[in-house]
């Protein structure tokens, strides 16, 4: 073998390597179960290994099992012949669900696993744990399966250019998503495989030429697809159009490789046959099942039912749910609740617009000896434009789009907008960025997309996956940072200090608190624990109600004894209304008792531009730059409303209490709205310079005042001394550090 012979096997060696290497990794760090419907998937396998026997869907179902007993059976038949030796009786006893995950949402930094995850899982594993870990290696080998299938496509396409086959090969072996789900207990992984290693065949069969024993190969592949998924009868038609298209092309007019059938001899319908008749022999049985157990040869119907029932979405409400399925192609964990940062989806959509855009100028050059016309498009012969080298791209093409409207037409039955759906089509989709990426001169091109692509995998399996799922830190002490409570709780529990690490919010920002908990005993049954943030006139903008540890560490888990330094995060509402200094509470879930540790400022995102500057200042820096009446007259027992604008120079850093009285010059107040700013929801010592404050107070009039024109003062006074804050205008320190704002205007009624 030469030395560019060698090259393209050991640069396939190494990404295949990788490959194996990023999987086990998202194996062994992801925690069991948290995966997409992982622990139906297992335990229906589990199922089949216990009883066996295929499952079958009632009206009082088994929820271990859910839709997935709906499935077509060859992934779990697989998946059971696997674990049978394990003794994995202790699987559901082992297995207790987070009633607080937030599935679904990634906007949540808590409660992101469905799961509660006990020394059961851990190193040696054993029993079920062990079970599963098995089944996910089998999802790693059927991954490396389809990564040789678009290794061998390629090198069928481009069979003097090793480059585009492993660059389609490194770019769905480095995907996040394809990865993370070939480390999971799926059937997904089955029928992506299975599609591919179809998709091989046809590429073989569109460019090598027929043969009795291809077409057979094909039809067993298309009848074991339809026992992996349903999207295994999209595979069949598939198979079947392409070979009808394939009997059109007069490239295959000669004999076959056996030299013995001349193909005026196969007609279309002895090769269809060869493909249609094994294909029903290996799948036909599960559809007359299913047509005697629900009246549905593909089950979907049972299978949406327990999925939460059609939900009649419209073509264009299921075309809307793209945006999700785009992002889901790239990397999204956990239970669709866990997102990388913003950057990695970047730099994929980097990697695919530069692919586009050699897509559209190797096109446009015409260069690619696959690719390339010999002669201008016209309608006039569709065999001839199927002899063409480049008509494999159409064909494949065809399969993509397939699959999509395939998964669109059922998301517009249930919620199944997920990457992982488009993943029988990853072939063609990887040779065509390929494709793209190696019609640029310069090799740095497709060696920083492979970087980029495989620097993302690396970096959501350690910085992303790895810490969402990592348990509390244990302290020995309180830090010194944490404001000490040493608060008695219910089930033993000590709430032994709490620290506020967010000191300023916007609203639909995050908080973070840490809670530093201890128990002497741990209870029968774990205890949830509450979180509350009040807002502006008591109404509550932010809660949380989970169990300890961001939901993964549960007080029936912890050491005696041990302080858990519990760190999490938690929104604001979007429509807090601010600003506020809003006191946060923590207690225990079906108790009264709440524990304030803290308070936290709440700021709008942006403040309201400011009145012209005003010549009044209070101490060193506050600026009411406007004061307005509500009204100039009134009657007694009404409320007059000042309003106040507050330009902040420099923030006090205390509280103080407006002054807001209404008096003759030198006398004692007639009436009093005096109040700390915004009613003390926003008190002058959580203030910051630059601020600017609207802000209100309310004068009411005595119910006995006589008519008259009386004035109204303002000022402010320290909260604690009473003592009066100097009040200047112009430089100039005013009497009584007050100045007269307006004059009301008292009238009885009957007047």
Sequence with gaps: MTKQGKRPNWLLALILSLYLLLAVGYNIINPLFESPDEHWHYFTAQYIADHRELPAVSENYDEWLSQEAAQPPLYYMLSALIIAPVNAENGRSATTFNPF?????????????RFIHTQAEFWPWQDFALAVHLLRFFSTLLGLGTLLCIYGSGRLIWPT??????????????LPQFTFLHSSVTNDTLIIFLASFALWQIVRLWLKGMSNGRFLLLGITSGLAILAKTAGILLLLYSLGTICLLWLKPGHARAHRSGTTQKNRQTLSANLLRILLPALLIGGWLWLRNWQLYGDITATEPFIRIAGGNRGYTLWQAIQESDGLWASLFAIFGWFNLRPPDWVFGMWHGIV????????YGFSQNKDPRLKMERRFNLQSLSAHLHQPWSIAPLLALWV??????????????????????????????????????????????ILALAAAFLTSVYCLFFVVAPTYAPPPTVTTLPETAVPLKAALTNNLTLVGAEINTQTAV????????????TNENPAQPSAFVVEVIGRDSKRISNLHSFHGRGLYPDTLWPPGTIVADQFSI??????????????????????????IGDIKIIPTTWPESAPSSPVQIGEGLVPAQITLSTETAHPGDGVTLNVQWLVKKAPGTDY?????????GQPPLATGDNQPLTGQYPTRAWADGEVINDQYQLMIPDDLANGRYPIWFGMYDSHTITRIPLTVAGIRQPDDS???GVLEITSQNE
């Design 739 to 741: 100045i007269q704002v």
């Design 161 to 174: 250019q090793a480059a585009a086959p492993l660059t389609a090969t490194a770019l769905v072996a480095f």
């Design 571 to 596: 929104r604001i509402n979007e429509t807090a209304v601010t600003p506020v200094l809003a006191p946060i509470f923590v207690g225990i879930a079906g108790e009264d008792e709440r524990i304030r």
């Design 353 to 360: 617009i530069t692919a586009v855009a050699g897509v559209v």
């Design 101 to 113: 995950a937030a599935i679904g949402d990634a906007s949540f930094h808590t409660n992101i696993n």
């Design 401 to 446: 789009a397939g699959v999509y409207a395939g998964l669109i037409l059922f998301v517009m039955q249930t919620e199944a907008a997920q990457g992982r759906l488009l993943f029988p089509a990853m072939l063609p989709a990887a040779l065509a960025l390929a494709y793209g990426l190696n019609r640029f001169r310069r090799r740095f091109v497709v």
């Design 657 to 665: 209490t407006t002054l807001v009285h209404l008096a003759e010059p």
């Design 507 to 518: 609203p639909h920002a995050y908080l973070t608190l840490t809670l530093y908990w201890q």
